[in-house]
């Protein structure tokens, strides 16, 4: 059981439905981690906004989290090329 409560945004649901199951399942797998550690090793603290990244081969999540109420909010899936831009 993860620690931290997962809240996916619908733009980031909607893209995980348009992938092949290899990849949703590892997607899956990376952010269900994040529920027990919201800052692990390789996740990285965005530089241009707020947030944390985490790459998971050559897709990249974008995430929040509050500590507080421990909540992960994950706001944005998708490709290394789009996945920054708003």
């Avoid at 620690?3 to 990849?23: G, N, Q, S, V, W």
């Avoid at 944390?52 to 909010?73: A, K, Q």
Wanted: proline share 5%.
């Amino acid at each position: 059981m993860s620690r931290y409560h997962i809240i996916i945004e619908p733009k980031a649901a909607k893209f995980m439905a348009t992938l092949k199951m290899a990849d949703k399942r590892r997607l899956e797998g990376a952010i269900y981690l994040l529920g027990d550690n919201p800052i692990p090793p390789k996740a990285k603290k965005l530089s241009n906004r707020e947030g944390y990244r985490v790459r998971v081969g050559n897709f990249r999540i974008i995430y929040n989290f509050r500590s507080e109420v421990l909540e992960i909010h994950v706001i944005k899936i998708g490709q290394r090329q789009g996945v920054y831009k708003n």
